[in-house]
């Protein structure tokens, strides 16, 4: 069983900066591909970035250049650091891990383990 537990959530002003963290129990980390996913109130959950077991990365448009994936591997957790943030990036942040590496996606079917999520507010 994988459980993950995302931290790092907050309120900040446009054009500032939060790194969300999210820790994960699971006895091969290693071998997970990860993903970040975000749900505005009233939308659908989205992908943000995603990160396969080799440390490629794949992001979502409307975040390209802003924020950044990676994973730890010693530490079994995944961050997602974002700078320049804009006020639609106000949503839920969940992460997500899937046990199949060699490939991404930004869809939410394709993973199978979920965080209860964090809260990410940006005002103008």
């Known amino acids: 069983q994988v459980q993950m537990v995302e931290s790092g959530g907050g309120s900040v002003q446009s054009g500032g900066s939060l790194r969300l963290s999210c820790a994960v129990s699971?006895?091969?980390?290693?071998?997970?591909?990860l993903g970040w996913f975000r749900q505005a109130s009233g939308k659908e959950r989205e992908g943000v970035a995603a990160i396969d077991c080799d440390g490629s990365t794949k992001y979502a448009d409307p975040v390209k250049g802003r924020f950044t994936i990676s994973r730890d591997n010693a530490k079994n957790t995944l961050y997602l650091q974002m700078n320049s943030l804009k006020p639609e990036d106000t949503a839920m942040y969940y992460c997500a891990a899937d046990s199949r590496c060699g490939w991404l996606s930004l869809h939410r079917n394709y993973y199978n383990y979920w965080g209860q999520g964090t809260q990410v507010t940006v005002s103008s």
């Open positions: 699971a006895y091969t980390y290693s071998r997970y591909r």
